[in-house]
């Protein structure tokens, strides 16, 4: 059973920054796509952001574009999410997930997504 373990999350005001880790116990760890996730209160979950294997490879929401930098340390199994200038629509709890298959590209479905995370919330103050 693959485990997810996020860190990082907490309370920043407006403009701040923060940077996510996910850590995996995933053994191949580097033969999946990683992703991340969001669910603020009464929302339903959203794509936030994706990198391939080797990190050739990234996508993100539009609500993160120029914002939000997704990264990857294979060696440590882990994987990050840089976000600056924060707003208050940012508030969520933040996941990250490994793609179901080996080997498979980004996808912006969370049903591509076999293993979740806990979550981190995220909150940011006005």
């Known amino acids: 059973q693959v485990q997810l373990a996020e860190s990082g999350g907490g309370l920043v005001q407006a403009g701040g920054s923060l940077r996510l880790s996910c850590a995996s116990s995933?053994?191949?760890?580097?033969?999946?796509?990683m992703g991340w996730f969001r669910q603020g209160p009464g929302k339903e979950r959203e794509f936030v952001a994706s990198?391939?294997?080797?990190?050739?490879?990234?996508r993100y929401a539009d609500a993160g574009k120029g914002r939000f930098t997704i990264s990857r340390d294979n060696a440590k199994k882990t994987v990050y999410l840089l976000m600056n200038s924060l707003k208050p629509e940012d508030t969520a709890v933040y996941y990250c997930?490994?793609?179901?298959?080996?080997?498979?590209?980004?996808?912006?479905?969370?049903?591509?997504?076999?293993?979740w995370g806990q979550g981190t919330q995220v909150t940011v103050s006005s």
């Open positions: 995933t053994r191949s760890f580097s033969l999946y796509t």
């Open positions: 997930a490994q793609r179901r298959q080996q080997y498979s590209g980004i996808s912006y479905s969370s049903d591509d997504y076999l293993y």
């Open positions: 990198i391939t294997r080797y990190g050739g490879e990234t």
